[in-house]
């Protein structure tokens, strides 16, 4: 019996949750579904998506939903703010990183041409200047480092990890956020995935 996670390396919703594993330091095994191509993922769960974690035969998917459960499992250290009305801004901006900013980050996935690049970097840079408002004069979006902070990271560190970009240098605030969550999640440089 084993507690595993359904990996891939490069997925920003997988390197959510292994912060969220490395913070609660549970040890687990990795399975890297890009090995078989995704064989004993499918045959464990029935369908194609990371991060999913087995629990001892127990099947968990979505990176929301496990962060869930191992808070539930692992209270300590916490991912949420104590209080109620942060916590529930915590989820809403969990949210918003994994379908608003995920959704900007992976236009630069799907473009076409440099008519698309322009569009996403354009869409990319509303959510840049708000994050850089967002961080400035603190360095979490609550007291210490949250769930808000993990999801928001782990989407735009899969732009440099995955896609070959950069975050504008003007964006003094976020760029410090993101030296300070290499820091936390021990990676060493800006291309490399927390493990
Ligand atoms: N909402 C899901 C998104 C997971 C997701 O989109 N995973 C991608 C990798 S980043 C995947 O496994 N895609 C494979 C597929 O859809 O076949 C979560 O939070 O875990």
């Known amino acids: ?35 078989d191509e995704r064989k004993s993922l499918i045959a464990f769960s029935n369908q194609r998506k990371v991060p ?7 099947c968990i998917q979505d990176s929301t939903i496990l962060a869930k459960y191992l808070e539930e499992k ?4 916490s991912i949420y703010p104590d209080n109620p009305s942060d916590k529930g801004l915590c989820l809403m901006l969990e949210d918003w990183a994994d379908e608003d900013l995920n959704g900007a980050v992976m ?12 569009r996403a970097e354009k869409e990319l840079a509303v959510h840049l200047e708000n994050l850089d408002l967002l961080y400035s004069g603190r360095d979490y979006v609550f007291d210490r480092m949250t769930l808000a902070d993990i999801s928001i990271y782990a989407q735009l560190h899969y732009l440099y990890t995955s896609l070959d970009r950069e975050i504008d240098a ?26």
């Open 52 to 58: 999913t974690m087995d629990f001892d035969g127990q």
């Open 1 to 35: 019996m084993a507690t595993r996670l359904f990996n891939s390396k490069f997925s920003m919703f997988c390197e959510k949750i292994r912060v969220v594993l490395s913070m609660k330091k549970v040890t687990y095994d990795v399975v890297d579904v890009r090995a």
């Open 170 to 195: 003007r964006y003094t605030h976020v760029h410090a956020f993101m030296e300070r969550m290499m820091k936390a999640t021990g990676v060493a440089s800006i291309k490399e995935v927390a493990a």
């Open 107 to 118: 236009n630069f996935r799907r473009a076409k041409d440099e008519e698309d690049v322009k």
């Open 74 to 77: 692992h209270p300590e250290p």
